[in-house]
């Protein structure tokens, strides 16, 4: 059965420092991995989606990375702002065509001003 | 930019209740699912669901859940019989591909409490 684990589980930065959220998985079959944003209370925004072809995605001031056979991903966050205050979960699908996500438990950031 | 959105956002009831979470997809989607994340717990896929017929469900989906898409627009999960331990978020989610080549979409959550 999948697991996804999130290192750390919390952190608190200053604000305008770079920083590196890690997602591991004990599967590497997957077929994509994505990363989501959810603000306390509230829904889920995705934020990146990177298939398990692809080595990195990059949107903005946010990078992902995919390492398929260590099981391992990086979500980067360079400039970090309070705004980017926020709970981030990684999530992957199975491969083989499985619909449903497996996230991890996520890592709660504070950037503190 | 066009959203998932769900209905109630908040639901109360007494267990052993009916009750019935609504979600609109994004209209273009073809591809819907439920999930659920119980207070400091994991997000937990419930059920996907194409072509009016589910594709997929996990070991919680039990007898006591259904999904319905009763017109063009709309995607419910029903619960039959609630029991305490059902209290949780429900976020329904859609995407216009294929799960596992296409980027799923959430809504912001209907949040159920038994009492």
């Known amino acids: 059965k999948q697991e996804v684990t999130q290192i750390p589980a919390a952190l608190s930065v200053p604000e305008g420092e770079n920083l590196v959220l890690n997602c591991s998985f004990t599967?590497?079959?997957?077929?994509?991995l994505q990363w989501f944003r959810q603000d306390h209370g509230k829904g889920l925004t995705s934020l990146l989606l990177?298939?398990?072809?692809?080595r990195e995605q990059t949107s903005g001031r946010l990078n992902a990375s995919l390492d398929k056979s260590s099981g391992r991903s990086t979500l980067y966050i360079a400039a970090s702002q309070p705004g980017d205050s926020a709970t981030y979960l990684c999530?992957?699908?199975?491969?083989?065509?499985?619909?449903?996500?497996?996230f991890g438990k996520g890592t709660h950031l504070i950037i503190q001003p | 930019e066009p959203e998932v959105t769900q209905t109630p956002s908040h639901q109360v009831t007494q267990m052993g209740q009916e009750v019935i979470l609504r979600c609109v997809p994004i209209?273009?989607?073809?591809?819907f699912y439920w999930y659920r994340q119980i207070l400091g717990q994991k997000v937990e896929f419930l059920v996907s669901?194409?072509?009016?017929?589910?594709?997929?469900k996990s070991e919680i989906f039990d007898d006591q859940f259904s999904v319905e898409r009763p017109d063009g627009s709309n995607f419910t999960l029903k619960i039959r019989s609630t029991k305490l331990e059902d209290s949780a978020m429900y976020f329904c989610?859609?995407?216009?591909?294929?799960?596992?080549?296409?980027?799923?979409?959430f809504g912001p959550g209907t949040r159920l409490t038994v009492l």
């Open positions: 599967d590497s079959a997957i077929y994509n």
């Open positions: 209209s273009n989607h073809l591809y």
């Open positions: 989610a859609s995407s216009a591909q294929r799960l596992a080549g296409g980027t799923q979409y």
């Open positions: 669901f194409y072509n009016n017929e589910i594709s997929e």
């Open positions: 999530a992957v699908t199975r491969e083989g065509g499985a619909d449903g996500l497996t």
């Open positions: 990177i298939q398990s072809s692809q």
